[in-house]
């Protein structure tokens, strides 16, 4: 869909008398209850908001670029929060926040901004990856960290697959029930499978996925359907017939929170500017 037609609200002005800092974080998923702020679980903003009161003594609202469900982990979510304190500098949020916070939490960098600046509503594209490990290579270091399977399927199926996933579509099939999304329509800029090796020295068959936006479980849907079809050998054409069925019984397993990260957040305009020209002509 054109960016004209993402629908996202106007910016407020900053409140006078207040700074907004911005952060770039990782975290652990298997610890919390997602990154969103529950009434009855520890999520990862709570952490950070309570975290932060301890540091400057203020309420704050840690807004992020987007929710991660519980069990699903972070190597860049950006978040920013709008503060009265004027004496530290943005820079040192980020060293002395980790001093406090737990280790499966971790502040990569911290900078002020402008209120040109929103962590959700200035996005521009977010990218996810997940990664799997075949069983006999499994490390006591993996786990709740990379999905376990017995075999990895045929890649160039994976990637038949995936290339099916990139451009403007309806992703209903791969929808879980529960998404209040009004439109189920996304941009997606990056589809593909590839084996990398870890730090071990072992091969990882790692998807990753980057688009403007992702409705509820959707790219977990879209891995475990993958996975699924690759091993019972459904045709890429198949594929393509269940994604544009935009129904939902089509779709394969949802893969396991545990093998997800959110990887990447960008706020360039011209970064993925080629696909709303290719796209919208």
């Known amino acids: 869909m054109a960016r004209s037609d993402w629908k996202r609200p106007a910016l ?3 409140a006078p008398g207040r ?24 999520s990862v903003a709570l952490v950070l908001e309570e975290t932060v009161k301890q540091m400057i003594n203020e309420d704050v609202e840690v807004i992020g670029s987007g929710r ?26 980020s060293l002395a926040l980790n001093r406090l916070l737990p280790p499966d939490i971790r502040i990569l960098e911290s900078s002020e901004v402008d209120d040109s600046f929103h962590a959700r509503f200035t996005t521009m594209a977010r990218m996810y990856r997940y ?6 290579d ?9 999905a376990k399977i017995k ?14 996933v990139q451009g403007t579509h309806d992703f209903t099939t791969f929808t879980a029930s529960g998404d209040l999304c009004p439109s189920k329509w996304r941009d997606i800029y990056e589809s593909y499978w590839d084996i990398e090796t870890d730090r071990w020295g072992k091969p990882l068959l790692t998807y990753t996925i980057c688009g403007n936006a992702f409705l509820y479980k959707m790219v977990r849907s ?10 019972k050998g459904k045709t890429v054409q198949d594929f393509s017939d269940i994604l544009e069925a935009k129904d939902r019984s089509l779709a394969g397993r949802t893969a396991s929170a545990c093998g997800l990260y959110l990887y990447r957040i960008s706020y360039d305009e011209q970064e993925y500017a080629w696909f709303e020209e290719q796209e919208h002509e």
């Open 12 to 14: 407020e002005p900053l």
């Open 19 to 42: 700074r907004r800092i911005r952060m770039t974080v990782s975290y652990h998923g298997k610890h919390y209850s997602g990154w969103q702020r529950q009434a009855n679980a520890t």
């Open 68 to 93: 991660t469900d519980s069990g699903v982990h972070a190597l860049g979510q950006v978040c920013h929060m709008d503060i009265k304190n004027q004496k530290i500098k943005a820079e040192k949020f």
């Open 131 to 136: 990664y799997f490990k075949q069983e006999r």
């Open 138 to 146: 499994m490390t006591a270091f993996d786990d709740q960290l990379v």
């Open 151 to 164: 075999e990895f399927p045929s890649l160039e199926l994976l990637n038949g697959y995936a290339k099916n």
């Open 222 to 231: 879209l891995v475990g359907s993958m996975m699924e079809f690759a091993q």
